[in-house]
């Protein structure tokens, strides 16, 4: 075998190795594309007979094309598979094993598992997944090869997210999608894609009454990849799979996932969908045992909604399969403060980011370590780690714990003889929290906010634009942005040259970003705000401003506007959804090419400030 290699490698020049890799490439993402085309075209449209086979034998040729090509790619490229990728290539190849068996070997005996067995094996749904699983892959490799082109990361990360809620908007679109005699504008497909994807939960129709259960699918699944980010997921499988990546995709990937150095870059990837999985499991566990028998739902119809809602709380989405979101009254009947508090934590759990959550881990794990070592009567070879949690994990912790408290304080004050009047001291309580965790930046509502005072409604105000943690679910300025600037107001009262939080000195670039991020949001606010004022003339200005600051900050809550907008108005929204949910600052820097430094610097000039 290596013989047969070599003279292949021998007759073979770089240039043309270079034109047939890239023509293979091209050929493997059209087989890809296609693929998914055809899951698409199958799932959302009711298919005649002939249309089915066409199907199918898209089906069958993707399939042997798949085989054939990991059967080549084992035996020519073995000793490129490492110990981080053998166990995901295993698998790959012990799926693509127990597929063939059928289609190879026809099975004639009387033993009634194997039968079923073969039944599986052969059957469509099967194939699906085997076939979707090798498309997404080939399709995640290609964009991390594209990536080592030198694309600007930031336009690429903006790229994906267009292209995801594009794609997005063409599944609601799909017969299947929608309730039978219910036809979705394309506006509002865009609209309610782009709010999944964005994680913002702003919906222009109601969810429960325009979508049947394939459509909250979609949306669900258009919640899940928003929520982790286009660009985690993609690279998740590519480099998984891909095994080494250029030093130019390590560096890109690094930076879009938060990972410290490179040789944690794979387990970052692993530690997201690690801690999305489990919360969010957990999440539908407690959900359904807290709605079980008190809905008039059957248990599919229970598990969807605990599952549906433990992934759009996490992702701190807002969305809801309820007509009237949280507020419906067969949860406002008194019994149901356990689901709202289960809710409450999702939001805080996705907001606060993964790595607070990743740190949060060490911490924990640090300490049951010298608990043990302590119990055992062992001597701490680890030594004192003083400094576990770090400046970031302080910062998000302390501000939202104080962001929760005077939130919950300020809406029982104002509420509680108000829009909250009716209910039991107990559940007055839980909604007061519920109503101040959910502006930062789920959107979810348990009480119309038309009913509100104008204060509370001035706290969600400035509670949505705020937001959650960076690199998390949540949208807004950040809580870290918000902190860096109030203690760069501090330093400035007190005369200091620095910025001081929890006995750390905050980088200069951290300070100018978060004065960049604040003024740039205010100032594209106030963009938005006087474009959907002029669009919407018959539009209270008030609820308008809600309504901007509620899509800039990825919130989801509305004065019942949303569904009143024009189409030029909910496009617009949509763009405003999309920068919040992208970042301004990544928005900008996808459209402005970088100049380079100058080596030389500028005389220095004061400006009277103040």
Not at 56 to 71: P, V
Not at 154 to 163: D, G, I, K
Not at 223 to 238: D, H, R
Not at 524 to 544: H, K, N, R, S
């Amino acid at each position: 075998m290596r013989i047969m290699k070599k003279n292949i490698s021998d007759r073979i020049s770089p240039e043309t190795a270079a034109r047939l890799t890239l023509l293979w490439r091209l050929l493997t993402a059209c087989v890809a594309v296609t693929t998914i085309g055809a899951i698409v075209v199958d799932y959302g449209f009711v298919l005649d007979s002939k249309e089915m086979s066409v199907i199918l034998d898209i089906y069958q040729g993707a399939w042997y094309f798949y085989f054939s090509t990991f059967c080549i790619k084992l035996f020519f490229q073995w000793k490129r598979i490492t110990r981080r990728t053998v166990a995901l290539t295993a698998t790959l190849g012990l799926l693509l094993f127990l597929s063939s068996l059928p289609k190879f070997f026809a099975f004639a005996g009387s033993v009634q598992w194997i039968s079923d067995l073969w039944t599986l094996l052969s059957g469509k749904y099967f194939m699906i997944a085997i076939l979707g699983l090798f498309s997404v892959l080939e399709v995640s490799k290609s964009v991390v090869n594209f990536i080592n082109k030198k694309t600007n990361p930031a336009l690429l990360m903006a790229t994906c997210f267009a292209v995801i809620i594009f794609f997005g908007a063409l599944l609601l679109l799909l017969p299947r999608s929608t309730l039978e005699n219910v036809r979705l504008p394309l506006a509002d497909a865009i609209f309610i894609s782009t709010s999944a994807v964005c994680v913002t939960g702003l919906s222009t129709v109601d969810i429960a009454r325009t979508f049947s259960l394939e459509g909250q699918i979609v949306i669900a699944l258009l919640i899940q990849t928003g929520g982790l980010g286009v660009m985690t997921i993609t690279s998740f499988f590519a480099v998984s799979f891909m095994g080494g990546t250029g030093l130019f995709n390590q560096i890109a990937l690094r930076d879009m996932v938060g990972s410290d150095t490179f040789r944690s870059l794979i387990s970052t990837l692993l530690y997201i969908l690690g801690f999305t999985f489990v919360i969010e499991t957990a999440g539908a566990v407690l959900i359904w045992l807290s709605i079980h028998s008190t809905m008039d739902m059957t248990l599919p119809q229970e598990i969807f909604f605990s599952v549906f809602h433990s992934v759009s709380a996490f992702c701190n989405a807002g969305f809801s399969i309820l007509s009237g979101n949280l507020g419906n009254p067969l949860l406002l009947d008194g019994t149901h403060n356990g689901f709202y508090i289960i809710i409450t934590v999702l939001i805080v759990s996705g907001g606060i980011g993964f790595p607070i959550l990743m740190n949060l881990k060490e911490t924990l794990a640090y300490y049951l370590r010298a608990a043990a070592d302590k119990l055992s009567g062992k001597k701490n070879l680890r030594g004192r780690y003083i400094h576990i949690a770090n400046i970031n994990t302080k910062i998000v912790i302390v501000t939202t714990a104080v962001l929760i408290a005077a939130g919950t304080a300020s809406i029982a004050a104002v509420e509680w003889n108000g829009a909250l009047a009716g209910m039991s001291w107990q559940a007055k309580i839980v909604h007061s929290l519920f109503n101040s965790v959910s502006p930062r930046t789920a959107g979810f509502n348990s009480v119309d906010l038309t009913m509100m005072s104008f204060l509370t409604i001035i706290v969600y105000t400035v509670l949505m634009w705020i937001g959650g943690a960076s690199q998390s679910t949540a949208g807004g300025i950040k809580v870290n942005t918000l902190a860096v600037s109030v203690a760069n107001l501090i330093s400035i009262v007190k005369g200091r040259s620095n910025v001081v939080l929890f006995k750390r000195e905050i980088s200069h670039g951290s300070v100018r970003r978060a004065s960049a991020v604040v003024f740039g949001s205010v100032v594209t606010i106030l963009v938005f705000f006087v474009a959907l004022v002029v669009m919407e003339p018959g539009l209270e200005p008030e609820a308008l401003l809600f309504e901007t600051v509620s899509a800039f900050s990825t919130v989801g809550s509305s004065l019942n506007v949303t569904p009143l907008l024009s189409d030029s108005s909910k496009v617009t929204v949509s763009v405003l959804m999309f920068i919040g949910r992208v970042g301004l600052v990544t928005v900008l820097m996808s459209l402005i090419p970088h100049t380079e430094e100058p080596k030389y610097r500028l005389p220095e000039g004061d400006v009277i400030i103040n």
